[in-house]
Every structure is written in C-alpha cells, then in structure tokens.
C-alpha cells in the first residue's frame, strides 16, 4: 500500500540546503524546525551538515588561524 501523502522528510530534505543558508521564510522555517524537533534522523542529518559547514567554512576563509600561525612563529628559529 502506497501512501498518497508526501514524505515529510522528502520535504525536510528540500528544505535543508535553504535552511542552512538561512534563506527560508519565517514560515518555512517554522515548518522546518517542527519537523527538527520531531524527526530524530533529519536532526542528526542537519547538525551533521551544520557542523560540515562549520568546518568546510574554516577550511575555506581561514587556512590558519591566528593562534596556530603564533605557534608556528615562536617554533620558527630565529635567524638573526
Ligand atoms: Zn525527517
């Protein structure tokens, strides 16, 4: 037996990509997080991408971050 609703989370999935660049309408959005809180496996998927963003974001804009490039300097041997 086929279910002639839609697959909210087929939908969820639509929603994800604009979700996170924070484009939906206020009501999408609602619709969007109601869905989160309810449905454990789009939740899990939406941190996973939240934190690939995350981390692909600093990969991107920010190849070393200053405390990382001051540990490189104080490691450097000074050569005067
Ligand atoms: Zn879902």
Redesign the pocket.
């Given at each position: 037996m086929t279910q002639a609703h839609e697959d909210?989370?087929a939908h969820?999935e639509e929603m994800m990509q604009p979700y996170l660049d924070h484009i939906l309408t206020e009501a999408e959005r609602v619709e969007a997080e109601h869905?989160l809180d309810e449905?454990d496996?789009?939740r899990r998927r939406y941190r996973f991408e939240e934190s690939l963003r995350v981390y692909v974001r600093q990969a991107v804009a920010e190849p070393m971050s200053d405390g990382l490039k001051q540990k490189l300097a104080s490691l450097r041997i000074p050569l005067n």
């Open positions: 909210p989370c969820c869905h449905c496996w789009c």
